[in-house]
């Protein structure tokens, strides 16, 4: 039995057992990775994966299922147990629906690439062509992963929903070494694989890391701080979670009764796009079936709108933004928009400052409030009157994140496309200038 | 399970030329239960089947996985996987595995109430019996987050060495995020609690009382705390902190692979290099160690996941840095045996040096000891932020339930003290360690693709001399 027939068996035969709602969806997937570290290669990885995945609303009981096999045993043993499942769970009064409507799609433009379908054993030139760039460019250690992956998903919905999906994913991240304590690090996606320039971000890594040779103890207060794109993606990334109308609930949003009002910077505007041309997470519908859409999630600074699925978006009166998540909406692409300055003129706005390459290891105090910290890593340089200086080392941005965003005092127009080990939402955002950000360190 | 398809694999990659091949199958049984602000979210159940293979050819690895458990997939997985491995040798690294004795054995955590035998509404009842309890104390507590899930791992690894290692690990979870207001201001915490074993232990636990004892105490430290003192003081660490403090910067930076630089662009590499060895990095009362082998912890197995055997490591001895965790290939690098810390969470994943359960070790006073001793200082329950850098040397802990202590004795909450010190420092400023032993659960994130692995952390109540508290 092929995938579709499959899909509706599950679907017809939960249908008539008296459920009001079904999702049924089955993804395939292969894709492979080069591990490297040290200069060389640690392993080549392959995956093959098919996942079917079952949505079930039964008098309001929600239940939900993955499993990792296709076939007609399993697929009875899967609704067998559904059934017997939504006999003993609660109801979740709140539940309000899944997606309704005869929708038409659009293809993701620059989302399917056949090079990378057929790229075999061609991973490993990538990888040496970009080992070699960042030793020429004068690292001494390179590290990272090269990832490749065809995807394919289908869709079968009890409001008739049938639809179908594929994709490539290319992703590529280096961090180069010219010391213990002189690092840089950089990554990429592409949907397309010669959108992907694995040799220029192993430039860029190698030239960070050069150049953060011998780092001083960094020191402790405020700071003006210009975030290149890949920490700065990290930052929206949690922000990203924080829309999600499921994190308001939960109380894991420092955005909760936050709508219409200034949550950032009247600089920063920030789109939530699931159709965007070559994005990472660009499909053609959400988990529902409703089809992606681009969202303004805050508008010059103030926030227009949560992520939502249909449920979520009943409850905050308001339409579903296609984000579904089944329980949780969830970020598609988060896009910032570019501002007017080049990184140049953004070290030129800054007398006392640092300038930031790469964090890790963000974390909450409080999700409400949005009070976090987050550990600087590979390079971290002073600026000192327009002009980058001594790097430094052993620093923590301690700090809200609304405050952050409010502080931000310029955007840059160079756009980059992040995303990482810490970074899961793909964020396409150029380097931004942040006013008094608190650096804190611990005592010598 | 598939276990003949698992001999199958490894069998068939020998044919196919390669060195070494070893294969691992995984069936997981799983369900979880959401009550969010008392209403159920959600529940679910999940099952995978799948097999993973490491393969060995010219000294370069290969790793693949498929969840399609047909024979014919299989073999051509495998050529696919040698021919990658051909190409790839020209820059590889070159892979020696530590020679290590061989075992066939099967094991398996008893379960005293079997999860299968309770039913999904038994299970959420523990969630709604919790909810109703918060809902009692009175206190205001604008999000209110349960989750309970549990899961039977049934894994059979097998490889050309001649390993035939069967086990069946089930494991239950409760995980919480609790959010308290009073006058505007809110105070949240996130934790977990995991155990292998059966059903029984979620009725240990007494999530009920877990939930409300949690938020009285956060009521308490909105109500009444006050800023904590800012001269140098004692702080005395109780369980959960001392469990995080250890696993961060007692556990992390003695992985062999982060020491050797295979995690450079992931989880970072370690400020500890192999010449440290026999070095001090704290006071004699340190002693740190990871051991997989406690009995129901979260971390637990007896076999690891290259099939050697597992046994308690010596991290720290006396203060001094005794052993990192090894799996074969970082050993034959070191010129020593495997310590039998190569795990992986899922067939999909490759093995790699992972802790298991870390903790420190008792001491011989009592925590009242410890805080008797202490003029003036703050006593710090549990923590909420923390982090740590990707070499493992500037660490962060925010208290969440604190106290003062005043000659000696414990007075009123403090609010968010922080503890911002590097490694030496704070190992080097333990000066007491309690004998009360506790252990914690937690999800430690390595690799690429990510692996959330179960761990147990804990150690028991210590005293930390003449610390600044950050801003």
Known sequence: ?444 | MFKDLADFAVKYALKKGADYSEARLESTTSNSFILKNGIAEASGFDKINGLGMRIIKNKTLGFASTNYMDKEKIKKLIQNTINTTEKASKLREEINLSEENSYKNKYEVKQKINLNDVGPDEKIKILFDAEKELINTKINIPSRYLSLSDSITTEYLTNSDGTNILATVPKVTFFYLLTVEHDGKTSQRIWQYGQSGGFEFVKKWDIPSIVVNEVEALQNNLKFGIKPPKQTLDIVAAPQVVGIMVHESGGHPYEADRIIGREGAQAGESFITKEMLGTRIGSKAVNVVDDPLLENSYGFYKYDNEGVKARRKYLIKEGIINEFLQNRKTAYYMGIKSNGSSRSVNYDRESIVRMSNTFMLPGNHTEEELIGDVKLGIYMKNFMEWNIDDKRINQKYVGAESYLIKNGEIKGPVTKPIIEITTPQLYSAVDAVAKNMEYHAGNCGKGEPMQAIPVWFGGPSIRLRKIRLGN
């Open chain 1, 1 to 444: 039995m092929d995938p579709e027939e499959i899909s509706n068996h599950v679907l017809n035969k939960l249908l008539k057992a008296g459920a009001d709602d079904v999702i049924v969806s089955v993804s395939k997937q292969e894709s492979s990775q080069i591990k490297f570290s040290n200069n060389l290669i640690n392993a080549t990885k392959t995956w093959e994966n098919i996942d079917l995945g079952v949505f079930m609303a039964l008098k309001k009981k929600i239940v939900l299922t993955n499993i990792k096999e296709l076939s007609l045993s399993a697929a009875d043993d899967v609704v067998n147990k559904l059934l017997k499942f939504v006999k003993s769970a609660s109801p979740n009064k709140e539940y309000a629906g899944i997606a309704n409507g005869s929708f038409s799609y659009k293809e993701v433009e620059e989302g399917y690439d056949k090079k990378i379908v057929s790229l075999g054993n061609n991973t490993i030139d990538y990888v040496e062509k970009a080992i070699n760039k960042a030793l020429e460019t004068g690292a001494k250690r390179t590290a990272g992963v090269f990832e490749n992956s065809v995807a394919n998903i289908s869709l079968l919905t009890s409001n008739g929903i049938k639809a179908s999906d594929k994709g490539t994913h290319s992703y590529f991240s280096i961090r180069a070494f010219n010391d213990k304590y002189a690092s840089g690090q950089k990554t990429g996606f592409s949907r397309m694989i010669d959108l992907l320039d694995v040799e220029k971000l192993a430039e860029e890594a190698a030239l960070i890391s050069k150049q953060s040779l011998n780092p001083e103890h960094g020191k402790f207060g405020k700071f003006d701080v210009v975030f290149e794109p890949l920490p700065f993606a990290n930052i929206i990334d949690n922000l990203g979670g924080a829309m999600s109308a499921f994190s308001v609930e939960a109380g894991l949003s420092c955005l909760k009764d936050m709508i219409g009002k200034q949550v950032a910077n009247e600089k920063i505007t920030i789109i939530d796009d699931g159709t965007l041309k070559n994005g990472f997470a660009s499909s053609k519908f959400d988990a529902e079936g409703a089809p992606t859409q681009r969202n303004i999630m805050i508008d010059k600074g103030i926030l227009k709108t949560y992520l939502h699925n249909t449920s979520t978006a009943k409850r905050f009166n308001t339409k579903t933004t296609a984000n579904a998540g089944l329980l949780s909406p969830e970020p598609t692409n988060l896009i910032v928009n570019k501002g007017n300055f080049s990184k140049q003129e953004l070290f030129e706005q800054v007398k006392n400052g640092l300038y930031i390459t790469n964090v890790w290891y963000t974390r909450f105090q409080n999700y409400n409030t949005g009070d976090f910290s987050t550990i600087p890593r590979d390079g971290i340089f002073m600026i000192k009157n327009g002009k980058i200086g001594q790097p430094i080392k052993g620093i923590r941005i301690s700090e809200n994140i609304l405050t952050l965003l409010k502080n931000v005092a310029a955007v840059g127009k160079m756009p980059e496309r992040v995303i990482g080990w810490e970074v899961e939402t793909p964020v396409v955002t150029p380097a931004v200038l942040v006013k008094d950000v608190s650096i804190t360190r611990p005592l010598d």
